[in-house]
């Protein structure tokens, strides 16, 4: 079955680790993003890629890194940088742009100890 | 740019009654409107999707959404709450123009949690 899968489901940092969260699609779209979500605050956005090799900031980056080597892998690393990462973290992707809809993972659920 | 704004954070109904959440956007151009829906500790689901054909769409389990230009609306409806319908919603208009590379980002509204009584 094709679909986009992140892992793992529940993840816990402690003060000053790094941790990465993969994200892997198999639905051969261009497009991959990373969201956070808080309570009341909606999705925003960390990072995105619409093609292998290259990546661009979303709206709150600061403590965050991505990767994107092949175009089905889109991993995100919460650096000690990130005063705050305790949430609810989403992975997306998507065929190209505009109309098309977006695809999401159930998400990791990172809390720090 | 783009925004999108969910007018009500909370809508609570009773089983078998209608519902009606609110979403209005702000566009410059054409936008592609979007319903998802999340369940708690889970990822989104698209509802439905506007892309400029019929204004009225259907989407899966009873839903649809109507969209308004005149009024800048797409208002989520169905005519009987069940239980399962309990969740959050997400009305999410696309970019359409590009701003630094971010052509076709996704802009999403704050959420509306639907509560259903029995």
């Known amino acids: 079955d094709g679909g986009i899968t992140q892992s793992p489901k529940y993840l816990f940092r402690k003060e000053g680790q790094n941790v990465t969260l993969s994200c892997e699609q198999n639905l051969n779209h261009d497009a991959m993003y990373w969201y956070r979500q808080d309570p009341g605050q909606g999705l925003r956005l960390i990072y995105y890629?619409?093609?292998?090799?290259?990546?661009q900031k979303g709206d709150i980056a600061e403590g965050y890194s991505v990767s994107r080597e092949k175009k089905e892998s889109f991993p995100l690393t919460v650096t000690s940088a990130q005063k705050n990462p305790t949430a609810f973290y989403l992975c997306?992707?998507?065929?190209?742009?505009?109309?098309?809809?977006?695809?999401f993972g159930q998400g990791t659920r990172l809390t720090v100890v | 740019a783009q925004s999108v704004t969910q007018l009500d954070s909370h809508v609570s109904v009773s089983e078998g009654t209608p519902v009606l959440l609110r979403c209005n956007y702000s566009s410059s151009y054409s936008p592609s409107l979007f319903w998802y829906v999340q369940h708690p500790n889970k990822g989104l689901q698209l509802l439905l999707k506007y892309t400029s054909a019929a204004t009225l769409v259907k989407g899966i389990n009873g839903f649809e959404a109507e969209f308004k230009k005149s009024e800048t609306s797409f208002h989520l409806t169905k005519p009987s709450a069940h239980m399962s319908d309990a969740a959050e919603y997400f009305c999410v208009v696309s970019e359409v123009r590009n701003y630094g590379g971010s052509q076709g980002n996704l802009i999403f509204g704050k959420g509306t949690k639907l509560s259903v009584k029995p």
């Open positions: 890629s619409q093609i292998v090799n290259d990546f």
């Open positions: 997306a992707s998507r065929y190209g742009g505009g109309i098309t809809e977006a695809f």
